[in-house]
């Protein structure tokens, strides 16, 4: 399975952006599609997650109410709409999957988009 990242790039604080991950390859299901990102000299920490069965979504608190994780109509696409983006949401934002296959379950990561908020 890859996860084809787009998006990201350069905003001023206050700004939008948008950033999209497809999940392709075989698979017999998603389990959950989200978005982490690393800060230089932070750990990874998760940003949004969305369950693929009901849509339940998670949150991280830095970021709730500003930004939102959607289904795309496009199978197997999640979006991160990024809104009011801050400064500190500067940062590589990695799009991550959980999957069933035959075999068991798997992780995987995209290969992560630089977003940067100037002030």
């Known amino acids: 399975v890859q996860l084809q990242a787009s998006g990201g790039g350069l905003v001023q604080a206050g700004g939008s952006l948008r950033l999209s991950c497809a999940a392709r390859g075989n698979m017999v299901k998603l389990i959950t599609m989200g978005w982490y990102r690393q800060a230089p000299g932070n750990k990874r920490e998760l940003v949004a997650v969305?369950?693929?069965?009901?849509?339940?979504?998670t949150y991280a608190d830095a970021v709730k109410g500003r930004f939102t994780i959607s289904r795309a109509n496009a199978k197997n696409t999640v979006v991160l709409q990024m809104n009011s983006l801050k400064p500190e949401d500067t940062a590589v934002y990695y799009c991550?999957?959980?999957?069933?296959?035959?075999?068991?379950?798997?992780?995987?990561w995209g290969q992560g988009t630089l977003v940067t908020v100037s002030s």
């Open positions: 991550n999957a959980f999957v069933v296959h035959y075999i068991g379950e798997s992780e995987y």
């Open positions: 969305i369950d693929s069965d009901d849509g339940t979504t």
